[in-house]
């Protein structure tokens, strides 16, 4: 755990007490969402700094309700679309393994990580360098032969993989691994992922 000097979290405190929000601090002081919550939460802003805090966390939601409806305004025209059927795809496997929080996708089955970043790419226009991959193997398997496998499949450099090791001493039920593809700064697919999800839900179950 990475330590902080006493001054830089005396800053953390007094710049909390004159308004800056969880993630102002986070940019400014560099320090971690997690490490700024611990120290700022119990913390009571004052006069008019309280006020100014409250219009940010205010102006946060507006923008977050304005992308939310945006995506589903995003989601529709797809569904519009001549992508209807692809996209159809990637929110069911999206549903059954994708991650709520973030754009993130894990299986063990090659094909529909494949297919997954194939609809990723073409259809969303994800830009390359915003892929990151992740392979997660047991203890037993040919870490080259999976890196090999997983980095064909997914069309990336097997330098750019991390690798993960599940202890516990065996090989688990699949042959090379799992394979875990995550989108930086995921924010936009991830709400018209889960906005393409809403509506063919209505359109299946009105």
Known sequence: MRIHSTEKIKKLILLRKQGYSINELVDSLHIP???????????????????????????????????????????????????????????????????????????????????YLKIIREVFEIEENLIRATMRIFTGMDEKDCLNYWSKITGINKNKFKVRLNDGGTRGKTKYGMCRISIRKGARPLKIIHSLIEQIHREVCP
């Open 33 to 115: 969402k997690t490490t700024v919550w611990h120290h700022v939460h119990k913390i009571k802003v004052l006069g008019k700094y309280a006020t100014i805090l409250n219009s940010k966390r205010g102006g946060s939601r507006i923008r977050r309700q304005k992308n939310i409806e945006l995506s589903k305004i995003e989601a529709r025209e797809i569904l519009k679309s001549t992508d209807r059927e692809l996209v159809i795809i990637l929110s069911m496997l999206y549903w059954g393994e994708g991650s709520k929080k973030t754009c993130d996708f894990i299986n063990s089955d090659g094909r529909i990580i494949e297919v």
